[in-house]
């Protein structure tokens, strides 16, 4: 019986690509995959987000009633304007990518379509938990001890 709740857990661990990353190994992936300072933006801001967004989560979605819209993964990223979920009323797929990629432990992809999301005219400001828990803030602990 333990062994086949075992063999379970490993199956599932299997199935399910999302990950939850540790602080600093986001960090360390972030400026890896060229984040830091990107658009002028600090990795900081970065790890900031996706505490707020995801508790830096890649499985994490929120569906939002009001324009029937998702948001997925690490950055939350939204279905009505950069990903494609196929069944989000008049959306635009800016990022040119499947939503479901934004939910992989490898977030490759993520970063990629974040990138898209900050090169247009409101940059950063696209993140409401950017302006509500990282604008004006100290950022400096959520980069502390990673050597980054
Ligand atoms: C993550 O995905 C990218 C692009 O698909 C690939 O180049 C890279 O090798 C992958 N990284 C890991 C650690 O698997």
């Known amino acids: 019986m333990k062994g086949l709740l075992l063999l379970g857990l490993l199956l599932l661990s299997a199935t399910v690509q999302g990950k939850i ?4 190994e986001l960090a360390r ?3 890896e995959l060229g984040m830091d300072g990107y658009r002028g933006i600090s990795l900081a801001d970065w790890v ?4 707020w967004e995801s508790g830096y989560n890649t499985e994490a979605t929120n569906y939002n009633p009001g324009d029937k819209s998702t ?3 690490i950055f939350q990223i939204n279905s009505r304007y950069w990903c494609n979920n196929g069944e989000t009323p008049g959306a635009v797929d800016a990022c040119d990518i499947s939503c479901s990629a934004l939910l992989q432990s490898n977030i490759t992809d993520a970063v990629k379509c974040a990138k898209r999301v900050v090169r247009d005219p409101q940059g950063i400001r696209a993140w409401v938990a950017w302006r509500t828990h990282c604008e004006n803030h100290d950022l400096s602990e959520y980069v502390e001890g990673c050597g980054v």
Request: aromatic share 14%; proline share 0%.
């Open 29 to 31: 992936t972030l400026k």
């Open 48 to 51: 900031c987000i996706a505490k």
């Open 71 to 73: 948001d997925y993964g």
């Open 21 to 24: 990353y540790g602080r600093c």
